[in-house]
């Protein structure tokens, strides 16, 4: 475990990886559902169910990951590579070729990059708690690679609209699989190339490290309602995630400005990171976590007032939405990083995170599979003509219940924490 302060190269080369991960997530959790039922005619119901089923197999599989990083730590390449492969695989193959039924198809390569995307997010975590125990230095590597992770998504967005002009459409996402691996491949060598110094956990590792249960045994009681807190926040924040397409495209009637949104929304949320970072280290991690949720509530809640020709009213709240963005991604690892050292529980690091990345996929799976459903019930068809109730209920999902669910993980976060945390670690 490093002792000293981290430098920039090893920080980018270690957060690069970020980027093909962004790069794959942004179609694996965005695009895939809406184009599933656009091109294959799949129901959102249908598709709500199929995607909280796979985020329920998450709760099995990511405790044995972080379980499998615990068992190897300081030899994460291997692991690295083979999440890399699968990847890049099943995202090509997710959007390419569909060989046999549709749903099936549908569900056996949305498992595959699942799993390999939370193998790859799991690693890394993993790796920024243990490279340091420094409270400053883990907002930095949690900051430097959500901003990477931000640029992917940024990436992302536009390469559709980019490849657009330069291929035909049946061969976009062919080129974007290939982008994809050759990013992947970058990321991979400048990871392997990284010394991150010996680590504590090698030299013995304790028997009870075998046993996953004591790993949940060993979470402290502030770690536990800082879960609480995060999954509140990530509900919140995944409503809108799942629904943006809809929201934009059938509500706004503003779809070619749809890769703008996004790249305004992520480069914000990059833009944001050095703000959140200085306002953590002025007031206090939860503090300034807390200050996001709020701007994120005055920011978005204008999306219920919005129409027809808003587009630029949109672009605001995208804008001011975004830079809450940047705290949702680097002050909860931040602070999860630093109970963990508190409690002397780096043995557990890989499984602690595993539960961190979890709440996030299991919110985006209850997220899909609710909102899915209710849109699904009230007959509303995507890229289709429909009701006003039914557009009606899209823009209370996608507006109201986010900033209700921001609110109560404020108010959640000021009482379990901001209240009870005195000044002195705070600051």
């Known amino acids: 475990m490093s002792q000293k302060s981290i430098n920039n190269q090893s920080l980018i080369q270690y957060s690069f990886i970020s980027v093909p991960l962004a790069f794959a997530g942004f179609p694996l959790y965005v695009l895939a559902p809406d184009f599933y039922a656009t091109h294959h005619g799949l129901s959102l119901n249908l598709l709500g169910s199929l995607l909280l089923g796979m985020r329920l197999f998450d709760a099995i599989q990511d405790p044995v990951i972080g379980w499998i990083a615990d068992k190897v730590q300081g030899n994460f390449v291997r692991l690295i590579i083979m999440g890399g492969v699968m990847l890049c695989v099943s995202i090509f193959a997710l959007f390419n070729n569909v060989f046999f039924s549709p749903i099936l198809w549908f569900g056996c390569c949305m498992l595959v990059a699942i799993s390999s995307y939370s193998l790859l997010t799991i690693i890394l975590g993993t790796q920024a708690t243990l490279w340091t125990e420094d409270k400053h230095d883990q907002t930095r590597i949690a900051g430097m690679r959500e901003a990477c992770g931000l640029m992917g998504l940024v990436m992302a967005v536009s390469m559709p609209t980019i490849l657009s002009g330069i291929t035909r459409a049946e061969n976009i996402y062919k080129w974007y699989g290939g982008i994809l691996a050759g990013l992947m491949v970058v990321g991979i060598l400048c990871f392997s190339k990284i010394d991150f110094g010996p680590s504590k956990n090698n030299i013995k590792q304790s028997t009870e490290n075998l046993l996953i249960d004591a790993a949940f045994r060993s979470l402290p009681r502030e770690t536990l309602m800082l879960f609480a807190v995060y999954g509140l926040s990530m509900l919140a924040s995944s409503i809108p995630a799942v629904l943006v397409i809809f929201y934009v495209r059938d509500w706004l009637g503003a779809e070619h400005f749809m890769g703008l949104f996004l790249v305004l929304y992520f480069l914000s949320g990059a ?98 599979a609710i909102t899915f459903f209710v849109l699904d019930f009230k007959g509303f068809k995507p890229a289709a003509h429909n009701s006003d109730e039914a557009l009606i209920v899209l823009c209370v999902a996608y507006a109201l219940i986010p900033c209700a669910l921001k609110i109560m993980s404020a108010a959640l976060l000021y009482m379990l924490f901001i209240l009870r945390v005195n000044r002195r670690e705070i600051q």
């Open 271 to 368: 833009t944001g990171m050095q703000i959140w970072k200085k306002l953590s280290t002025y007031y206090g991690k939860y503090i300034a976590w807390g200050i996001s949720n709020i701007l994120a509530v005055i920011g978005f809640i204008g999306a219920f007032f919005l129409g027809k020709n808003d587009a630029s009213l949109y672009a605001i709240i995208c804008v001011i939405s975004g830079l809450a963005l940047g705290a949702d991604l680097t002050l909860p690892p931040s602070i999860l990083a630093d109970h963990i050292h508190r409690h002397s529980n780096s043995r557990f690091a890989g499984m602690h995170y595993a539960c961190l990345v979890f709440i996030a996929k299991i919110s985006l799976a209850f997220a899909s």
